[in-house]
């Protein structure tokens, strides 16, 4: 049980256009999904954090515009970067709280690579 | 804000081994405390968990020890064997707030 998806894995595209990541849970509903973005040899870096059917809260530094986040329902949430440069490549997880249970409790997702030329 | 430090930022071991990894955090407020594994290309793993209520757990060679009062925790492995090689990540949590993770081990098991 508890199982988070991400698709796609990897990703590659040109510099300017937009990529949209999904990130399912496949047995749960998760009211809250959180996305991160982890650069090489480094940890997790919270970006934003999306509640079921409200807007998004975003990190410090994490342009809103560039990064949109949709949470549509308890067991979808997408993070589309609008306009990529090369400086948005990077490994992107998502993970999701239950919607049942403590608040405390995050399930991962595997990740999608994006790639930007 | 939490503030998570975690040490050491890379651990070599011989096979058959321990190794200890440990974290400090410093938000009194925080009551949930998890490992996470992250293998190469892989989003994280949760391995075991320790809440503010309970000073230690173990699952098989894995084991966590929390103390609240100096406000650090630390995960154990025993019999390391090379399939645990990966980088191992704590974090702390507290209220509604986000998870907040330590910068990460990199551990190698040495055959």
């Known amino acids: 049980g508890a199982v988070v998806s991400q698709h796609p894995s990897r990703v590659i595209c040109k510099s300017g256009t937009s990529v949209k990541i999904e990130c399912r849970s496949l047995?749960?509903?998760?009211?809250?999904m959180f996305w991160y973005r982890q650069f090489p040899k480094q940890s997790l870096m919270l970006m934003a954090t999306?509640?079921?059917?409200?807007?998004?809260?975003?990190e410090q530094g994490v342009e809103k515009d560039k990064f949109l986040i949709n949470h549509a329902s308890l067991t979808l949430s997408t993070l589309t970067v609008t306009s990529a440069h090369p400086e948005d490549s990077s490994f992107y997880i998502c993970?999701?709280?239950?919607?049942?249970?403590?608040?405390?409790?995050?399930?991962f997702g595997p990740g999608t690579r994006l790639t930007v030329l | 804000g939490e503030n998570v430090e975690q040490h050491p930022s890379t651990l070599s071991v011989q096979e058959g081994d321990s190794a200890v990894i440990k974290c400090t955090y410093s938000?009194?407020?925080?009551?949930?405390f998890p490992w996470y594994k992250q293998e190469l290309g892989k989003g994280p793993q949760l391995i075991i968990d320790?809440?503010?209520?309970?000073g230690e757990k173990k699952d098989q060679r894995i084991a966590v020890t929390l103390n609240k009062t100096a406000k650090h925790f630390s995960l154990h492995i025993t019999e390391t064997q090379p399939e645990d090689s990966a980088v191992y990540f704590c974090?702390?949590?507290?209220?509604?707030?986000?998870?907040?993770f330590g910068k990460g081990t990199r551990l190698s098991v040495i055959a």
């Open positions: 993970s999701a709280r239950p919607r049942t249970g403590g608040l405390d409790t995050q399930y």
């Open positions: 047995d749960f509903q998760a009211t809250t």
């Open positions: 999306s509640n079921e059917g409200s807007k998004a809260t975003y």
């Open positions: 938000d009194s407020a925080s009551n949930y």
């Open positions: 320790i809440r503010s209520n309970v």
């Open positions: 974090a702390a949590h507290s209220g509604n707030t986000p998870l907040v």
